[in-house]
Structure formats: C-alpha cells, structure tokens
C-alpha cells in the first residue's frame, strides 16, 4: 500500500515496510516519480520506497529554476522526513545523479550507498575528451534545444520539448512532459561552479550504464575507477539511456543481488 507525505510542498509516495531500508529515488528529465514503477514492484517487499516528482516537473507547477544547491536542500528535507534516524540508499538517474551526488557531499552521514543510472562524471573534462565531433554536435544540439524552450517557455516551447522527449526514446507520458522541466539545462549546463559529478566516491556506489547510445555520459577513467573501488560495481545494459524501464527484469535483477550484498 503506497502512503503519500507532503514535504514543502512536494508529494513523496512510500511503500514497503516501515522497518525496512529506505530507498529515496530521483528521476531526471523528463521524468515523474513514475519513472520508478518497475523498481517499486521489484523491491517493496524488503524495502521501502520513497519517491517524488523534482519541483517545478509536474504539469501546471509554479514555472521556476531551481539551482542544484535548492534541489539538494529539498532532498534533505525529505529524507529527513522519510528517514530520520536512518541513512537512505539513493537511486538515482540523470539530472538526478546531479542532485543527488550534490546531497552525498553535503550530507555524506545522511547516505548509505549510491545506485546510478546512466550519468556520471558527465561534466568533466575527461568525458568531453572522449567524445568525437559528431557526439559533441549531437549533445549539444538537444541540451541547448532544450535550454532555449525553457527560456521562451509557452506552448511552442511545450511541442519543442516533447518532440525532443520522443527523438531521445523517453518512455514518459508525453502529455505530461513539458518546457519548465528544462530548467535544469539552463541552470546546470556550462556552469563552471558544478562540482565534477563523482569525483568523490565515499559511498558503495552501484552504477548502471545503457549501452545503446549515440555517446556517453561517463568517461572510462571514471567508471574502471569506479569498478576498481571496494563495494562499488558497474554494469552496462544493451539498453539507451532509460535502462530501468526498456531492460527492466535485468535491471531490477542487478540491483537486487547489488543490494542483497552490500552492507547498507
């Protein structure tokens, strides 16, 4: 049975056993809290699940950016809310990793460990080495696409927007997908006060890549590094970037037995 809190102003849908390890999780763009109904399913019965829409993602939200050091703010608050004694696992994708890797260094103390989809160290400088002139064009072309649409914002901006969902092989409910979710590109893209996203590994960290992809959004110094590191794992999936629903049995499968031996 899912219960549902509000925490400043956001809803944060749990199920699973109130005694269990709790699982806060975090979608991207342009996701929901729906993003994760697969994961629910799989892992409600031995933990619980706490999950929530970022702000300014649902349709008709106030249309406002939020900077990462807000969004890690709003985490805090619902983890204390969802967790208070406890330190949570954070399941994380995309945007998501951004903000949540943000929170792991503010509040290392409130994390047990770490699951991964898809974006690691995405800013740094060793990614876009790796990168070839094509990828570069491509990554580009979508993210400042997405950045403009936020900036003009009305319904143009909302086609734009879904158009762009559907080109990258989201599985979001396009009728819910709109341009002030693009918020985090115009916040995030280019700022040079980012932190490099994983730069810092202080927590068991399980990290799930989809290989199907035009580019990536890690370097491989960072992920064999990653692998190299006690308690840490990485597992690519033939799958494109929203692995935790095209392959969901074999990702479910992976964090299950990731889970099942690590400490958390």
């Not at 019965?45 to 990462?68: I, K, M, N, Q, W």
């Not at 945007?95 to 989809?117: H, L, N, Q």
Request: hydrophobic share 40%; glycine share 8%.
């Amino acid at each position: 049975m899912i219960d549902t809190i509000r925490v400043d102003g956001i809803d944060v849908h749990i199920d699973g056993p109130d005694d269990a390890p709790t699982i806060v999780m975090v979608h991207g763009w342009p996701d929901t809290f729906r993003l994760w109904e697969s994961q629910v399913a799989a892992l409600r019965d031995s933990y619980r699940c706490a999950r929530f829409t970022l702000p300014g993602f649902e349709l008709g939200a106030p249309r406002r950016s939020h900077s990462v050091d807000e969004i890690a703010e709003t985490m805090s608050g619902i983890v204390d809310a969802v967790s208070p004694t406890r330190p949570v696992i954070l399941m994380l994708h995309d945007f998501g990793c951004a903000f949540g890797y943000r929170f792991t260094v503010d509040a290392p103390e409130r994390v047990s460990a770490v699951i991964m989809f898809d974006v690691g160290d995405a800013n740094s400088p060793e990614v876009d080495a790796e990168l070839d002139r094509t990828a570069k064009i491509l990554r580009n072309g979508y993210q400042r696409t997405l950045a403009a649409a936020w900036r003009r914002g009305g319904r143009g901006s909302n086609t734009v927007s879904r158009l762009m969902a559907k080109v990258l092989g989201t599985h979001a409910d396009p009728t819910l997908i709109h341009s002030g979710m693009n918020y985090p590109y115009e916040a995030m893209l280019g700022n040079p006060d980012l932190p490099v996203l994983g730069a810092v590994i202080a927590h068991p960290t399980f990290y799930l890549y989809g290989t199907k992809k035009p580019f990536m959004f890690h370097s491989r110094d960072w992920s064999d590094r990653l692998a190299a590191t006690e308690g840490c794992a990485v597992t690519a999936v033939r799958a494109g970037h929203w692995l935790m629903v095209q392959k969901a049995d074999e990702v479910n499968s992976a964090i299950t037995e990731w889970l099942g031996s690590t400490k958390v």
